[in-house]
């Protein structure tokens, strides 16, 4: 079974700073593509970036980007000169046949 | 940009009582799908619809759900006999194809509320 594991439930950062989120998942399949979601107060469910898990370089998309470690399962999201629009819930998932979601990670910038 | 919508964004039932939930998906769009997310949870995958049929549905996914494509537009989830804890932020999804290299998008919700 398919499974994605955020550990970190809250973090925060200043304005304009760096802030790493982490994710893990466990796939039995070889085949498989990892996002994140980004989740606003507005509950709107936003895609931030995504990796094929065939390919080695990295994801970036402007001021997110990703560490995608394949051999340790592990697909942290980077986030970088930090906005206060940058305020919500950061959702993980990995899809094989089907979309599993992390927990959450609840980012706060502040100012 | 063309977008997912979903209707109704909040519908209130009393226990019992069935419900359905509208999603008019991306019109190019081939894979449809529904997520639930209980308040203060995370996302959960409930089924995938792909050529008028059921292609990957969760263990959530039971025998009080169904999902249907009645015409060219609407996806609908329907659920028979609602629960207390059927009370979520359910999401309609849709994508070009169903592979991970297509984004799915997502609608805006309906918020079910079960009293």
């Known amino acids: 079974a398919q499974t994605v594991t955020q550990s970190q439930p809250e973090m925060s950062v200043q304005e304009a700073e760096t802030v790493t989120l982490s994710c893990t998942y466990d796939?039995?399949?070889?085949?498989?593509?990892l996002f994140w979601y980004k989740q606003p107060p507005s509950r709107q469910m936003i895609l931030v970036i995504r990796?094929?898990?065939?390919?080695?370089q990295n994801a970036t998309e402007n001021r997110f980007s990703v560490n995608f470690q394949k051999a340790a399962k592990s697909f942290s999201l980077k986030i970088s000169d930090s906005q206060l629009g940058d305020t919500a819930m950061y959702f993980c998932?990995?899809?094989?046949?089907?979309?599993?979601f992390g927990a959450g990670t609840r980012l706060t910038v502040k100012p | 940009e063309p977008e997912v919508t979903q209707t109704p964004s909040h519908q209130v039932t009393q226990m019992g009582q069935e419900v359905i939930l509208r999603c008019v998906p991306i019109?190019?769009?081939?894979?449809f799908y529904w997520y639930r997310q209980i308040l203060g949870q995370k996302v959960e995958f409930l089924v995938s619809?792909?050529?008028?049929?059921?292609?990957?549905k969760s263990e959530i996914f039971d025998d009080q759900f169904s999902v249907e494509r009645p015409d060219g537009s609407n996806f609908t989830l329907k659920i028979r006999s609602t629960k207390l804890e059927d009370s979520a932020m359910y999401f309609c999804?849709?994508?070009?194809?169903?592979?991970?290299?297509?984004?799915?998008?997502f609608g805006p919700g309906t918020r079910l509320t079960v009293t």
């Open positions: 796939t039995s399949e070889s085949n498989y593509y």
């Open positions: 999804a849709s994508s070009e194809s169903g592979y991970g290299s297509y984004e799915q998008y």
């Open positions: 998932a990995s899809q094989d046949n089907d979309m599993r």
């Open positions: 619809f792909y050529n008028n049929e059921i292609s990957e």
């Open positions: 019109s190019n769009h081939l894979y």
């Open positions: 990796q094929e898990a065939y390919k080695q």
